[in-house]
């Protein structure tokens, strides 16, 4: 069973420096059909205004992973982390017991376009960390990458979770599979671009609830970038 979720339906939030969409319920959006899908609680797309960003702030209990889509996100933290997350770079935080950092565009001049992504963790209390992993562009082109997952398998992130979270990049008329085991679900989100999944054409903002399927075929219209998420 699919269920497409629109762009034009998510809550949206422009606050000049800000310009964000939430596909679930955040902050002052809230809408009872859509409080998350299984423990995908978050994914906000996000475009920042060049040199602004969230000065320094709190999270607790909650596995936040970022993906840049263009420009640059800066980031520090209160475990001693810093850096610039770029596209194909995928950062990992895990709040656990309590984590403070801040997130500000790195460029002075170009906005940063990025999704943050929450998921409820297995489990409460834990030591807060963070990982940042770069994938080779060729790693991500024409399939479905995975870049997070519960073991940390194949070079991905470790989420303290029973997902995983695969990206892609693809060309026009490049097809992909999503698979899923029995008793599995997942969200496929379009960062960018234009897909069909099984005859649904979707567009860049779009998602799709996928219950009870074995697999889908993802089809490129235009170049297009994706997000999937293989949730229990």
Same mark, same amino acid.
């Given at each position: ?58 999270? $607790? ?25 770029? %596209?194909?770079?995928? $950062? ?33 209390? @834990? ?9 080779? %562009?060729?790693?991500? $082109? ?78 490129? @219209? ?11």
């Amino acid at each position: 069973m699919l269920t497409v979720r629109k762009s034009a339906e998510r809550g949206h939030a422009d606050h000049g420096w800000l310009d964000s969409f939430h596909t679930f319920s955040f902050a002052g959006y809230r809408d009872p059909d859509w409080m998350g899908f299984g423990p995908l609680r978050v994914i906000n797309e996000d475009r920042i205004a060049p040199g602004a960003g969230f000065p320094t702030h709190s999270h $607790q209990d909650m596995e936040i992973v970022t993906w840049v889509l263009s420009g640059a996100l800066e980031h520090q933290d209160s475990l001693g982390n810093g850096g610039v997350i770029r %596209p194909g770079e995928v $950062q990992r935080m895990r709040a656990g017991h309590g984590i403070a950092h801040s997130e500000y565009n790195a460029s002075a001049t170009e906005p940063v376009h990025l999704l943050q992504i929450w998921i409820e963790p297995d489990a409460y209390g @834990l030591e807060p960390g963070y990982e940042q992993i770069a994938f080779a %562009p060729d790693s991500l $082109q024409g399939r479905l990458r995975l870049i997070a997952s519960r073991d940390g398998r194949d070079g991905s992130v470790t989420i303290h979770q029973d997902a995983a979270i695969h990206a892609g990049r693809l060309a026009p008329g490049d097809r992909a599979a999503l698979t899923l085991a029995p008793g599995r679900r997942a969200w496929l989100q379009v960062a960018a671009g234009r897909i069909k999944v099984r005859g649904l054409p979707l567009d860049a903002g779009d998602a799709v609830a996928i219950r009870f399927e074995s697999a889908v075929d993802i089809e490129a @219209l235009d170049a297009s970038e994706v997000i999937s998420f293989d949730l229990p």
